[in-house]
């Protein structure tokens, strides 16, 4: 397979882009395709030694910015490394494509270029996300502020498939994010939704509060972009206020010190739990091809496994599996 790599998107683009794809290109026998300012990427891939075969580069002269109007990048930034990436990919069904690059503009693109899944009325950003025991998925985190419940069930549907296959979970269950467990609570959106995913062929197990997240059975949670993008930024942000706090505490006094060196092995764990580095991208489902979308602060670290993540996201064939289910749903 090919992997297409937006170099100049992100906020270490294409630093920790690169370092990321070198480290992904030492242990995996795929191709890599860099697009950017070429002279920049040479000069960031003369730091290391890599087998040469597996990564081009295709020189590109423009940047598309987080500032930049999703809209308007496809017409405005022909020429830049998201926009010329997402056409390749177009027209290579063996690829997928990373980017730390804009959000809105790869949503867009993706939308608009590539072209969504028969059937599929809005795509997806879905994360994996610590719960208490192992990992679960949340979406959408940004690419729908507004949803109709048909998106929803949708979603549901389309994250059961990627968790049944990509992420090994035996009949993946599903909850659906409100203010209250019972049936009749929340806004309009989840009122109506919550019958349709009764009626769907998921795992349905109800609403899930916002304080049991972490608690939940649910392996799949769903909402719309403007609501778990709230929680994914909150979780985010609490739990790095919550380590530096904490840190501060524990090297006050000599005391606390030593308790700090006791506690560090169980501390470092419970920190990796909550390290977005750790858990690669998050796959834009519901498009014709895959595409990944790592986080904008991306290290290398954090790449690499994004691109981990676009190998198992075609290794598990995503895309065919979404398209065949809603051609069953059709029928």
């Known amino acids: 397979m090919r992997i297409l790599i937006d170099a100049m998107g992100g906020d270490h683009a294409p630093k920790e882009i690169v370092k990321g794809t070198v480290h992904a290109a030492q242990e995996w026998d795929h191709s890599f395709v860099l697009y950017g300012d070429e002279a920049a990427i040479k000069k ?60 809105g503009a790869l949503l867009a693109g993706g939308t608009l270029l590539i072209g969504r899944i028969p059937g599929i009325q809005r795509p997806a950003l879905t994360v994996a996300f610590p719960k208490d025991k192992g990992m679960m998925l949340l979406l959408d985190v940004g690419a729908n502020v507004d949803c109709k419940p048909l998106y929803l069930q949708q979603f549901a549907l389309m994250a ?21 467990t ?15 995913l009764k009626e769907s062929p998921v795992n349905f197990i109800g609403n899930v509060e916002s304080r049991d997240l972490m608690e939940s059975d649910a392996d799949i949670l769903v909402c719309d972009g403007f609501t778990g993008n709230i929680i994914l930024k909150l ?30 092995p169980a501390l470092k764990e419970f920190k990796a739990k909550f390290d977005y580095n750790q858990y690669g991208g998050a796959p834009l489902l519901g498009i014709k091809s895959g595409v990944i979308k790592a986080h ?28 065949d289910l809603t051609k069953k749903e059709k029928e």
């Open 160 to 180: 059961s498939v990627y968790a049944g296959n990509t992420l090994g979970i035996d009949d993946p269950k599903v909850g659906l994010i409100n203010i209250g």
């Open 235 to 264: 979780v985010e942000g609490l739990s790095g206020y919550l380590f530096s706090s904490l840190k501060g505490s524990m090297t006050q006094n000599t005391k606390s010190k030593v308790g700090a060196l006791l506690l560090k």
């Open 296 to 323: 904008g602060s991306s290290n290398h670290v954090a790449f690499y496994h994004a691109l981990r993540q676009a190998v198992l996201f075609h290794e598990n064939k995503v895309i065919e599996k979404i398209s």
């Open 44 to 103: 960031e891939l003369s730091n290391y030694q890599y087998p040469e075969e597996r990564i081009d580069i295709v020189p590109t002269t423009e940047i598309v910015y987080n500032t930049d109007d999703p809209a308007k990048v496809i017409r405005r930034k022909k020429d830049s490394s998201m926009i010329r990436a997402l056409k390749d990919l177009k027209e290579d069904s063996d690829a997928v494509l990373v980017s730390a690059g804009s959000t």
């Open 182 to 196: 019972e049936e009749n609570k929340g806004n309009s959106l989840v009122k109506e939704t919550f019958p349709l």
